[in-house]
C-alpha cells in the first residue's frame, strides 16, 4: 500500500531553517510531480512549491528564493529547504506525490498527514 509520510516540521525562530521531507513507501511504479502545500490556521491550503518529474520547479511568490523544493527519484523521497524562515510562515505542510502504481495504471495523487511547522520569537 502506497503512502507518503512527511517530517522534519518543528517550532523554530524567525531567521532559523527546517529541511522538511516527503518519503513514498510502498511498490511504486512511477512518480511524477511532487508538490508541497500548506496550510495556515483557519485560512485555504495553498500550493508552497512544485517539482516536475524533469525537475522543473515553481514556487509561491512569498517564498521564492527562501524555499527550495527538491527530489531524489532514486529513494522515492522529496524535499522542501526551508531558509529564513518567518512567523508567517506557520502551518501544517502537506506533500502532495503524483504518482503511478503500476504501468498500466493511471496517476494518482497521495497526500500524508502533513507536518507542523511553527515560526516563533
Known amino acids: 500500500q502506497v503512502q507518503v509520510v512527511e517530517s522534519g516540521g518543528a517550532s523554530v525562530q524567525p531567521g532559523e531553517s527546517l529541511r522538511l521531507s516527503c518519503l513514498v513507501t510502498?511498490?511504486?511504479?512511477?512518480?511524477?510531480?511532487i508538490t508541497w502545500y500548506r496550510q495556515p490556521r483557519e485560512t485555504q491550503s495553498e500550493l508552497v512549491a512544485a517539482?516536475?518529474?524533469?525537475?522543473?520547479?515553481n514556487y509561491l511568490d512569498s517564498v521564492q528564493g527562501r524555499f527550495t523544493i527538491s527530489r531524489d527519484s532514486t529513494r522515492n523521497l522529496g524535499y522542501l529547504q526551508m531558509n529564513s524562515l518567518k512567523p508567517e510562515d506557520t502551518a501544517v505542510y502537506y506533500c502532495?506525490?503524483?504518482?503511478?502504481?503500476?504501468?498500466?495504471?493511471?496517476?494518482?495523487?497521495?497526500r500524508g498527514q502533513g507536518t507542523q511547522v511553527t515560526v516563533s520569537s
Open positions: 517539482i516536475t518529474e524533469d525537475g522543473h520547479t
Open positions: 502532495n506525490v503524483a504518482l503511478r502504481v503500476t504501468d498500466w495504471d493511471v496517476a494518482y495523487d497521495y
Open positions: 510502498g511498490s511504486i511504479y512511477k512518480i511524477y510531480a
